[in-house]
T-cell receptor
């Protein structure tokens, strides 16, 4: 099966600009997650979709970040306007079973965002 | 959330076993122990998980202490491809997929 796909793999933008990251989960996976690692820090949870609904967005840093998952398939994460501290690697993950807390997460290879 | 403690790094020779320890003294009775690894320039990858009994799969084995306050991930024969950061994560039953990553253990495999 195809894995989780993220696009673009790299993005370099200037402070104040807007960037949209895309994630295509594994087909049939209802759970979709966004994580990120900023420079020198640990990987942190951002939010969780169940199909098209936000189950948990407790990790979203502020209102400059907007995640959507229209139709319950792919997801986008928009940062507007981008700040220097947003630089890092953004990971998307998906998992299959709706109510299983042990369903493994399948991660994409991430989008490396650099804000200059 | 319960936390885990892992050594910063471990070294191993190729084709030798690697034992990666993880302490989780505040684990609750319903927390599962999950292990993920992250190879260079890739996203984290699921390795194995368990609750109380030891577990084996094609990638590794997981040995869980009787009091569940610690566990050990065992790579039976390390290969160069096993060089990665290994994360021990406790997953609560109400946490869905909200994983709490720590710093992990950097495994270095030398030929």
């Amino acid at each position: 099966e195809a894995g989780v796909t993220q696009f673009p793999s790299h993005s370099v933008i200037e402070k104040g600009q807007t960037v949209t990251l895309r994630c295509d989960p594994i087909s049939g996976h209802d759970n979709l997650y966004w994580y990120r690692r900023v420079m020198g820090k640990e990987i942190k949870f951002l939010l969780h979709f169940v199909k098209e609904s936000k189950q948990d967005e407790s990790g979203m840093p502020n209102n400059r970040f907007l995640a959507e998952r229209t139709g319950g398939t792919y997801s986008t994460l928009k940062v507007q306007p981008a700040e220097l501290e947003d630089s890092g690697v953004y990971f998307c993950a998906s998992s299959q079973e709706l109510h299983s807390y042990n369903s493994p997460l399948h991660f994409g290879n991430g989008t490396r965002l650099t804000v200059t | 959330d319960a936390k885990t403690t892992q050594p910063n790094s471990m070294e191993s020779n190729e084709e030798e076993p690697v034992h990666l320890p993880c302490n989780h003294s505040t684990i609750s009775g319903t927390d599962y122990i999950h292990w993920y690894r992250q190879l260079p320039s890739q996203g984290p990858e699921y390795v194995i998980h368990g609750l109380t009994s030891n577990v084996n799969n094609r990638m590794a084995s997981l040995a869980i202490a009787e009091d569940r306050k610690s566990s050990t991930l065992i790579l039976h024969r390390a290969t160069l491809r096993d060089a990665a950061v290994y994360y021990c994560i406790l997953r609560a039953t109400d946490s869905w997929g909200k994983l709490q990553f720590g710093a992990g253990t950097q495994v270095v495999v030398t030929p």
